[in-house]
């Protein structure tokens, strides 16, 4: 067999029963570190954050139910100093994360926002000073032989932070940091780093790039670097400068790419097949006398952010093949890694090794077997060896089938009208990005390919067909016009909304609604803000006795009312016995959900954006109890009125980020029509909220806006308004109720308390609203 089949018994792990049954002398200690003040760390904006100080603590726990902390030598961390720090970080930075330690919880966070994917609060200082001086003090103490390997448990992790600034959820360079002082102290001629993080350790490969001294190795997905860091830094083409031309060896995984052709992500196998044929290659030229791991674990199987698929089996085998390097003086020390029990086993895993312990679960006496490498990472791994052949003789020596690999590759076409399964992971921008890398690269439309893509991600093909309801559809637009006969034979329906604050006031409010020219008014009660606890029944109060005093005194008006205050439940039986002859009420808090829906945040605080990335599956009546509670609450009560409820509305949770985009796609139309489809289960007509609209000229004509189309679809939908111009306008032309609020703020900014109808604006609203009916019937 050719290529890496050829080199399947070689990855043949060795037998391990000598090291098994062995009992452990000095030579062969381990030692531990481990301080849970460094679970301090925290992000304040988002306790769900990935590097959540949870990392640290379920790697400990885990360590400890398998015996293994008992049996390591527990080393105790310390604070690394300002002078060890310095030795890779600038003066400013160390003192700029120092300085962190006195601000109040509200400083920190705002200078975190700062850098680049950095969280920070007061007690990060002593968390990054912790992690950087225990990874300093267990290379020490290998480099001094107490112990022949350690284990560092430690957060925040460090390979990211560069000289001058924190970044990518690191603020000290731990591992360089350890490099630089052991160096420094004279323990370590030659150091060899290997990181197998995920991500390319940006930060520690600048600190090295020009130093003959140490070496430093990563393997990491790079997906031509749109990965995390980003840039071509990763490339294997970057292999330092200087003296250090050579020493910086990269392993950049092409994942995206490797998909498009239907490559696994890679896993065990990849990452043996880089060791073998360039890291111990290398390190045997080299020889170092000590080993620093930067051991990520987010390159893991079940890591949310790393999509690659390395077993805790890969890691072991990892670690035994860095323990032949250097006499066995080995540093393990945390980066990343983001699902607890992948990075809990895997770290487990690791410290089996260096006690010599076979994998749990594997007997000792029989050989674990790898797989060969896919071929399309192992041609990464080729062509990697050809780079730096150059600096390393050991590399030139490879008999390998490139042509085979090529034909290999090629045997796979890429179909530029289908889109590609990598296109179908991660995130929107990352999703999209590998879209438009997919249409270029096969010559496809990319907006063909977008709009299928929208479809899978959103399952538009198993829409449930609630809009098709045609007779429903009918029966309620003919009980608006029914509703609404008495003051007028057509719609649309020009309504202002009342704010319920004294009785005097409203009566005053009303009259002028009606002098102008309006078809009817909405009561709204304002949200009790007191902690009174009368206080909210003195408001319902209130409300009742407005609505009777404008029942006496207008017994024809078409009278809505609007109760905060009450569940969507609640109102039925309360209008009934308080309101009888309401025409209308409008549930504040329907809960409605068309289908569940993943979202994901991007920035933080007042600049947070959330987008709806997938469709998990959509939702019916059945699998919403409290919708199905309002219908039967409605359906028991003798009340007659219609029923209006928000859906979509701007103050809400959105049912799509694009809800109120005039360049909304297939997936947030579908959403918002089998959203307003639901809620007729309960309700005749839909409320939602203007969606905003640019400057218009009066003569320019525009569609209605297609969030309106969009509810539309299944029956009335009612518009809230505050201001009335072109653009209303033309939107108005696809609502049956337009919701106008001609409320003016008297008296202290933002006091609910003294709204008041302003006349001149709701006139205004009648003037522009009846020469636009006008104008539509001609």
Not at 34 to 39: I, L, V
Not at 192 to 199: A, E, G, N, Y
């Amino acid at each position: 067999q050719r290529g890496g089949a050829a080199r399947a018994a070689a990855r043949v792990a060795p037998d391990e029963r000598s090291q098994a049954t062995n009992s452990p002398s000095s030579s062969d200690l381990v030692g531990i570190l481990y301080d849970p003040r460094m679970a301090a760390h925290r992000d304040i904006d988002d306790p769900k954050h990935p590097e959540q100080p949870l990392r640290i603590i379920r790697i400990f726990e885990w360590l400890q139910a398998e015996g293994i902390v008992a049996r390591c030598v527990r080393i105790p961390c310390r604070e690394a100093t300002r002078e060890e720090l310095v030795l890779k970080h600038t003066e400013a930075h160390v003192d700029a994360m120092f300085r962190i330690a006195s601000l109040d919880v509200k400083d920190a966070v705002r200078l975190g926002r700062n850098y680049n994917s950095v969280f920070l609060c007061p007690e990060s200082t002593l968390a990054a000073t912790l992690s950087a001086g225990s990874v300093v003090e267990a290379t020490a103490h290998v480099c001094i032989g107490q112990v022949r390997s350690a284990i560092c448990v430690v957060r925040p992790p460090g390979h990211h932070a560069e000289c001058g600034c924190a970044m990518g959820f690191c603020l000290f360079g731990n591992v360089a940091v350890a490099a630089a002082e052991a160096q420094r102290q004279g323990l370590s001629k030659k150091t060899l780093i290997v990181d197998w993080d995920v991500h390319h350790g940006n930060g520690t490969q600048r600190m090295f790039e020009s130093d003959n001294q140490v070496l430093y190795f990563s393997a990491h997905r790079y997906d031509n670097g749109n990965f995390y860091p980003g840039g071509r830094l990763g490339h294997y083409s970057s292999h330092g400068s200087g003296v250090g031309a050579g020493y910086s060896v990269n392993v950049p995984w092409e994942v995206r790419r490797g998909q498009m052709r239907g490559a696994p992500t890679p896993g065990d196998a990849e990452l043996l097949d880089s060791f073998e044929r360039v890291l111990l290659p290398i390190a045997e030229a080299f020889q170092p006398d000590l080993v620093l791991v930067s051991a990520g674990f987010d390159s893991a199987e079940g890591d949310p952010l790393g999509g690659c698929q390395v077993s805790p089996a890969g890691f072991y085998e990892l670690t035994r093949r860095l323990m032949g390097v250097a006499q066995g003086r080995l540093v393990l020390a945390l980066e990343g890694g983001y699902n607890l029990r992948s990075i809990s086993a895997s770290m487990a895993a690791c410290a089996h090794a260096l006690l010599g312990d076979p994998l749990p679960g594997h007997s000792s006496g029989t050989p674990r077997v790898f797989g060969p490498p896919d071929a399309f990472h192992e041609q990464t791994v080729t062509e990697v060896r050809r780079h730096l052949a150059r600096f390393w003789p050991a590399l030139h020596d490879e008999a390998y089938d490139i042509a085979g690999t090529a034909d290999m590759l090629a045997s796979k076409p890429m179909d530029p009208t289908q889109v590609p399964a990598a296109a179908l992971e991660g995130g929107l921008f990352e999703m999209n990005l590998t879209l438009q890398h997919y249409a270029q690269e096969t010559g496809g439309n990319y907006e063909e390919l977008r709009q299928k893509h929208e479809a899978i991600l959103f399952k538009l093909d198993k829409k449930p067909a609630t809009t098709a309801n045609v007779a429903g559809k009918r029966r309620r637009t003919e009980a608006l016009r029914q509703s609404f006969l008495r003051v007028s034979k057509s719609g649309p329906y020009l309504v202002p909304t009342v704010h319920v604050i004294a009785t005097a006031q409203v009566q005053a409010a009303v009259s002028m609604a009606q002098a102008a020219g309006t078809h009817g008014i909405w009561l709204t009660q304002q949200t009790c803000q007191s902690s009174l606890p009368d206080a909210a029944e003195a408001n319902l109060s209130l409300l009742v006795e407005c609505f009777a005093v404008i029942r006496t005194a207008f017994p024809d008006l078409w009278i809505g009312l609007r109760v905060p205050q009450l569940s969507a439940v609640q109102v039925f039986a309360w209008v009934q016995d308080k309101c009888t002859t309401a025409d209308a009420v409008w549930l504040e808090n329907l809960s409605c959900k068309p289908a569940e829906v993943s979202w994901e945040t991007l920035g933080f605080g007042g600049l947070a954006q959330h987008r709806a990335v997938r469709n998990e599956r959509w939702l019916s009546p059945a699998d919403q109890p409290a919708l199905e509670a309002v219908r039967l609450a409605r359906r028991r009560s003798s009340w007659l009125g219609l029923v209006f409820a928000g859906v979509a509305q701007q103050d809400d949770h959105p049912l799509h980020h694009d809800q109120d985009s005039a360049a909304m796609g297939e997936a947030c139309r579908a959403m918002l029509q089998h959203g307003a489809a639901l809620a007729r289960f309960a309700c005749d007509v839909v409320v939602t909220s203007a969606p905003p609209r640019g400057e218009m000229s009066g003569t320019e004509t525009v569609p209605a806006h297609p969030k309106l189309l969009a509810l539309g679809a299944s029956g009335p939908i009612a518009c809230t308004w505050s201001s009335l111009g072109t653009s209303a306008l033309m939107d108005a032309a696809a609502v049956d109720v337009v919701l106008a609020d001609a409320a003016i703020g008297l008296g202290e900014p933002g006091s609910e308390s003294c709204l008041e109808m302003d006349e001149a604006k709701l006139r205004q609203w009648v003037c522009m609203w009846s020469e636009h009916t006008s104008r539509s019937n001609a």
